[in-house]
């Protein structure tokens, strides 16, 4: 038997119902038995000797098993084996406080301070506290509260006055999350100064997974150590623009219990499987033995026939236990985890996948309550709520590279977590401060800041592989015969779709314009695979060298081919009246037709007309239109916004494509005015073709005073409209005003009507009014009650 060093503290820990050595996500063995192992891992080389007290599973366990020099495990014989439902600890209290002690006399380890974990662990340790006179602290897991407040069955009768004892007398109270602490705080009345978010442990293998999103293979560490190192190929071949590398899965980690919401979790998987078939992701589930698994199929209320169905067609998988490498592994092809408990006063899985960079759908409990939020890096969905957990399913369905958008900021968010948290330093902090009797500890605190819009920018295989540089700069600088450099600077615009450089030299100031692959995320509220789901850097790039061909696209000083980069003159805006920003935007789109009157575009313009008069669907529309624009301008782009009438056909489609549920509720605002709006949509027969920009938000003009075009990806031919429902709408936004008929009057009545009647141009800002309701409606984001208000103004106008 191993000594015990005799310089230490004697540390106990009771943990009466989670023996470490047992397995996680199998059977009733959860997150608490995983923070023990990790507890116990974290503190082998500190100065305690230590013991934990727990209860023996299985009967040829060992009694005493050693787990270095300085640590044991004793395990006591308490109740039946096997599976034991850990609330009849409390009737076997007593034997317990007998067993214990007898247990430690035999050890003579007489301990200076007690952690126990749970309540029933914590009832243990009040009392031995009282009879050896020495201070404990206790890790509460979850609370008898709690679980009532949050519609948990089962709170064994017992729990809520012990709790309350226990949580008196203890010295210090350990959690794992700020809602949890609160809670306790709420519930029980306890000091938030007691209280100590220590949060729980995360296995590097979260923290650097076995290859990264570019697939280069981490290094290979001695002893099986985990490097956070990555190593890129020798020789990299140019890739092919291609999906193959991004084909993922959904996964659910964690025990195969009901109460963790499974029924649900497949449910709502079922419901996406029907609708897509083959095309819909497979669900994987991590977590339980064959026994545990064969329980839960049980259970589901699924038929045997579709069970096997989706199982033999490899669609729902069961992986059963496995530890945190071959979890961080499988995670490396997952979309999104998925959890969905009924009350979870952590919940590890979640913390464990952000560090990977993989966003998390869970109930607003826990760990998920505090740090995820809508679009930034997951989804909270309400337990029990099927239909709105199959429609954030179905995001990632519509649009995989979402995972990595999400990804990005769950690792970064996760990242400030665990400085936060310094899980085994808050425990020797809070150890330390119980023995020597103080009342507080102090903890830095980091803030979790959330980026204020999506960052669209793709960074995985096969995309944005270029590694950019102030080198690089330097070089496209000089090629552009750009003397007498001064500075090089990155800049960070949070709406930018692309890289830009600053370079100053004596005499002037210069913007690189470096797009990016970006997420396409129009294909959210589309039809499945109507839209690419990547806007390639190489179309956006030569989409703005096409446009240089135009008149009023602001010149370039040079470019770079192979790095898709643009140089120009750097413009700073002048600050204007609004009214002035307004007559200066439509002067300059009215500028723009008149300089680029093409006559080359009737033959486009005669297809789409004969088209829609044939009531060809939207999608056949576009197919020929692209054909004829690519004949004309290889380098488009942008091949929506050419026709009322077949954007009025388009978003229709997408409004019938939403969930029942959701179709009903903006009903309201869009089926009164469609009729009306399509009635007058014909009007565009009266008019041509033009180029139109494409470009006209408010907030991304420069005013120097007059215009100044710099973002020209989407030129795109089709019947005047768009820019100046854009511009108009816009405007409004970035006013802030109320909108009133006076305030849209004075703003259609600057319109030439005969550049566009005022029917077609109500008609353009119904339709972007549209847009506005069904891609927020797809998106189960809230809709302004000013959106149903702009549409009843502009049937105002319409004659």
């Given amino acids: 038997m191993a000594e015990i060093q005799k310089n230490n503290k004697n540390l106990l820990i009771i943990s009466l119902h989670a023996d470490p050595a047992m397995p996680p996500g199998v059977s009733e063995w959860g997150g608490t038995h995983t923070y023990m192992r990790e ?28 787990v270095s020099s300085s640590c044991k495990i004793v395990r006591l014989t308490l109740g039946e084996f096997d599976n034991f439902d850990k609330r009849k600890l409390f009737e076997l209290h007593d034997l317990t406080l007998q067993k214990s002690v007898l247990a430690l006399k035999k050890l003579n380890f007489k301990p200076d301070i007690i952690h126990s974990v749970y309540w029933n662990s914590g009832h243990l340790a009040w009392k031995l506290s009282e009879m050896w006179g020495i201070p404990y602290v206790h890790s509460v897991i979850s609370n008898g509260r709690g679980r009532n407040a949050h519609g948990a069955k089962g709170t064994a009768p017992k729990r809520i006055e012990t709790e309350e004892q226990v949580f008196k007398k203890a010295s210090f109270i350990l959690c794992v999350a700020e809602s949890e602490k609160n809670e306790l705080c709420q519930l029980y009345g306890i000091q938030p100064g007691k209280i100590v978010v220590a949060g729980q442990y995360v296995h590097p293998a979260f923290l650097y997974a076995s290859h990264n999103s570019y697939g280069f293979p981490r290094k290979s560490g001695i002893h099986y150590k985990i490097e956070p190192v990555y190593l890129p190929p020798l020789k990299p071949a140019k890739s092919k623009i291609s999906d193959w590398w991004n084909s993922k899965v959904f996964v659910y980690t964690g025990r195969l219990s009901l109460d963790k919401g499974l029924f649900y979790i497949i449910q709502a998987w079922y419901l996406l499987y029907r609708k ?6 497979a669900l994987w589930i991590i977590g339980g033995n064959t026994y545990d698994i064969e329980n839960i199929r049980s259970l589901l209320g699924i038929s045997e026939d579709i069970l096997c169905e989706t199982e033999n067609a490899g669609k729902l998988v069961w992986w059963g236990y496995l530890d945190e490498n071959g979890i961080s592994t499988l995670y490396t092809r997952a979309l999104t985890l998925i ?14 996948a952000m560090c990977e960079g993989i966003p998390v759908m869970a109930t607003p409990n826990g760990f998920a309550l505090d740090y995820i939020q809508d679009w930034k890096n997951g989804f909270l969905v309400p337990y029990g709520d099927i239909k709105t957990l199959a429609v954030r399913m179905e995001h990632f369905i519509k649009q995989p590279y979402l995972s990595d958008i999400m990804g990005k ?32 500890i102090f903890k830095k605190r980091y803030s979790c800041t959330f980026e204020e819009r999506m960052q669209r920018k793709l960074c995985l295989y096969p995309y944005n592989q270029m590694l950019i540089d102030k080198t690089d700069i330097l070089q496209i600088a000089e090629e552009s015969q750009i003397d007498h450099v001064l500075s090089i600077d990155k800049l960070e615009f949070p709406d930018s779709s692309s890289e830009i450089w600053e370079i100053r030299t004596k005499t ?8 990016y692959d970006r997420i396409n ?11 690419p789901l990547v806007i390639p850097a190489s179309k956006r790039y030569d989409a703005e060298i096409g446009a240089l061909g135009f008149h009023e696209i602001t010149p370039i000083i040079g470019k770079k081919d192979s790095l898709y980069a643009l140089i120009r003159k750097k413009y700073t805006s002048v600050k204007l009246p609004p009214n002035q920003m307004i007559d200066k935007a439509i002067a300059s789109i009215l500028e723009f037709y008149k300089k680029n009157n093409a006559t080359s575009l009737y033959r486009i313009e005669i297809y789409v007309k004969s088209a829609i008069d044939e009531q060809n669907a939207y999608t056949v529309i576009d197919q020929q239109y692209k054909q004829l624009s ?12 050419y026709s009322l009438r077949t954007e009025l056909l388009r978003w229709k489609a997408y409004y019938q494509e939403l969930a029942e549920d959701i179709r009903k509720s903006i009903a309201p605002i869009f089926e009164p005015s469609y009729s009306t709006i399509w009635g007058i949509a014909s009007e565009e027969n009266g008019l041509h073709f033009v180029m139109n920009h494409g470009g006209y938000d408010i907030k991304n003009l420069v005013f120097n005073p007059d215009v100044i075009l710099l973002d020209n990806e989407k030129l795109h031919p089709g019947w005047p409209g768009i820019d100046f429902a854009d511009i108009l709408i816009t405007y409004v936004r970035f006013l802030e005003a109320t909108e009133t008929f006076e305030l849209w009057d004075s703003l259609l009545q600057k319109i030439p009507s005969d550049i566009i009647s005022t029917n077609l141009l109500a008609g353009w800002i119904i339709l972007g009014t549209y847009k506005e309701v069904i891609s927020a409606a797809a998106c189960l984001k809230p809709i302004s009650e000013s959106l149903h208000e702009r549409i ?3 049937l105002h106008f319409i004659k």
């Fill in 39 to 66: 507890l116990l891992t974290e503190l082998y080389e500190e100065k305690y000797n230590i013991i934990l007290l727990t209860r023996k599973v299985y009967e040829k366990q060992d009694n005493i098993e050693n």
């Fill in 276 to 281: 897509y078939g083959e095309l819909c992701p």
């Fill in 339 to 352: 959890t969905h408990s009924l009350y979870e006063p952590g919940g590890r899985v979640a913390v464990e």
């Fill in 409 to 440: 900021q769950a690792k970064k968010i996760s990242h400030v977590i665990l400085r936060n948290w310094d899980f085994t330093g808050s425990h020797l902090a809070v150890y330390h401060a119980a023995l020597l009797h103080q009342k507080d």
């Fill in 508 to 515: 002037s100031e210069y913007y690189v314009k470096i797009p």
């Fill in 521 to 531: 995320l129009f294909a959210l509220w589309s039809r499945h695979k109507e839209q």
């Fill in 630 to 641: 690519a004949k004309q301008f290889s380098w488009q782009n942008y091949f929506r916004d």
């Fill in 792 to 794: 009843k103004i502009m």
